[in-house]
């Protein structure tokens, strides 16, 4: 991708969007940064930006950004339905995402991982595999650094782990990672895409454009997944947890299997993994899955699997006191990776929920919470329909406590009602956004709220 002398306009000014606006002024591109948003609202440093030649434009995007313009970058978070790029598609002006721009500058393979739930952990496991057969690894995307980053630090030689969004796939054209994974598709997101369908079809846009020379990996167990096999081009392998396949990876005798081009794999027993959790055990299939086809030798996935403790946020052991563990889940952002969660303990838990409301369906969530939770402590702005849908399912209201907009208080209420063999989780089943910037804000205000009590 030429960016010298081309004009190039950044919409967005999240991490994404500083990354590609600072890349393509760096590589030749006349580059301004837009966002809606007063420069005191924004949370990244607009002088870093300044001082590499961008120009900063802040406030109503008016059409004049649009003047001879060659291509109009869009962050993660704007949608492609706005006003401003409606009119840069009448005016036949190139629109991509930071991901694409990424693909475009890529020298080595992108192995690229999305679905609903299970993509951090996936594609950190991936990379700690990866890490076996490559000296020069890049992990990036919708997870730690943006993926134009690392495709420049990689070079041209190594490869890329990508965990890439349904909101990222909106945006491109060309993306062909060579070896593509849907883990899954629940209802997620469905005020940005409209529908589920709609939400499906964003996701399969990370395989569309490969050929009969790459390979796409999908989770047999979700039925959603299983049928993309159809619209394929790409040689797809299957992975199971519940199903013994007859190609792909599965669990067989309580180990790691893969079956591939009739020879059979055995990699290590499923309780040798450091991670629990029946998720956990689909993440590391589509994980071992990817590295296999990648290259990677089965006996060197053993000692990662063993060593992997999974990532910040994800049923994060944070403390214990009086013998009660207090895990982190604020990656739990919707009600299916809540159940994940609340599958991986027996019961007794004192749940902490709620949030920025999805709106999606609790049934499922609620029933069970109705067999694994003693107490349901509710924060943020779904508090209400929480507990209305909770009351609903049979949990007795009086084992429901509001804590409101505080994080605070309800830390404070879980540990005064906390009491052995019972286990303290946040995992709100939502999004963070009327409270926090993130998932991640959220999370670390709860382990600095823990790492405080007596």
């Given at each position: 991708?030429?960016?010298v ?5 950044v919409l ?6 500083f990354a590609v606006a ?7 591109a006349?580059?301004?940064?837009s ?5 005191d609202?924004?949370k990244?440093?607009?002088?870093e930006?300044?001082a ?9 995007q008016?059409?004049s950004l649009?003047a001879g ?12 339905a ?6 840069a598609?009448?005016l ?22 999305t679905?609903?739930?299970g ?7 991936l ?7 490559q000296q020069?690894?890049?992990?990036g995307?919708?997870i730690g650094?943006?993926?134009?980053d690392?495709?420049m ?8 782990a ?7 796939l909106e945006?491109v054209?060309?993306f ?12 997620d ?6 529908s589920?369908?709609?939400y499906q ?26 049928s ?6 790409g040689k797809v ?6 199903e013994?396949?007859k190609?792909?990876?599965?669990i067989?005798?309580?180990?790691f299997?893969?079956?591939w081009?009739?020879q059979i ?6 309780k040798?993994?450091?991670i ?8 590391a ?10 290259g990677v030798d089965?006996l060197?996935?053993v000692?990662v ?6 990532v910040?946020?994800r049923i994060e052991?944070?403390?214990?006191i009086?013998?009660?563990p207090y ?22 838990i004192?749940?902490?929920?709620g949030g920025?409301?999805?709106?999606t ?6 029933k069970?919470?109705?067999?694994k939770v ?15 849908a909770?009351?609903?399912?049979g949990?007795s ?6 804590a409101g907009y ?14 052995y063999p019972q286990v ?11 409270m926090f910037?993130?998932?991640e804000?959220r999370?670390r205000a709860?382990?600095k709220?823990i790492?405080q009590?007596?």
């Open positions: 991708m030429d960016f002398d081309k004009q190039v306009v967005g000014a999240g991490i994404s969007g600072k890349l393509a002024c760096k590589l030749g006349r580059v301004i940064l966002d809606t948003k007063t420069e609202k924004i990244l440093d607009l002088h930006l300044r590499c030649g961008v120009t900063v434009v802040l406030g109503p008016q059409d649009l313009l060659d291509y109009l970058i869009l962050s993660p978070g704007v949608p492609m706005i006003p401003l790029v409606a009119k598609k009448l036949g002006i190139e629109i991509m995402s930071e991901v694409e721009v990424a693909y475009r500058l890529a020298q080595v393979p992108i192995y690229a991982i679905g609903t739930n993509k951090t952990t996936t594609t950190t496991l990379g700690e595999l990866l890490k076996t057969l020069n690894v890049g992990i995307g919708n650094e943006p993926l134009c690392e495709v630090r990689v070079g041209s030689t190594g490869c890329v990508a965990e890439i969004s349904s909101y990222q945006g054209r060309e062909k990672p060579h070896i593509a994974a849907v883990l899954n598709v629940t209802p997101h469905i005020a940005r895409h409209g589920v369908d709609a079809k964003m996701k399969e846009r990370i395989f569309q454009k490969q050929t009969k020379e790459d390979y796409l990996v999908l989770n047999y167990d979700d039925a959603r997944t299983r993309m096999a159809a619209r394929a081009s392998l299957f992975f199971s947890r519940l013994t396949l190609e792909g990876a599965f067989q005798d309580d180990s299997v893969i079956l081009d009739k794999y055995r990699i290590c027993a499923v040798d993994m450091q629990k959790g029946g998720h956990n055990v689909e993440n299939l589509a994980a071992i899955s990817i590295a296999f086809l990648a089965t060197e996935m000692a699997l063993k060593k992997f403790a999974g910040e946020h052991p944070v403390r214990t009086g013998k009660v895990y982190n889940d604020s990656k739990a952002t919707n009600p299916e990776s809540a159940i994940k969660a609340l599958e991986t303990f027996d019961g007794h004192i749940l902490v929920a920025h409301d999805k709106n369906d609790l049934t499922d969530f609620m069970l919470v109705c067999e003693d107490q349901l402590i509710l924060i943020g702005a779904a508090a209400a329909r929480f507990k209305e909770a009351i609903k399912n949990f209201a009086a084992n429901i406590h509001e505080s994080m605070e208080a309800a830390i404070r209420l879980a540990y005064q009602m906390a009491q303290v989780l946040l995992s709100p089943a939502c999004a963070s956004f009327d910037d993130g998932y804000e999370g709860f382990k709220l790492q009590l007596k």
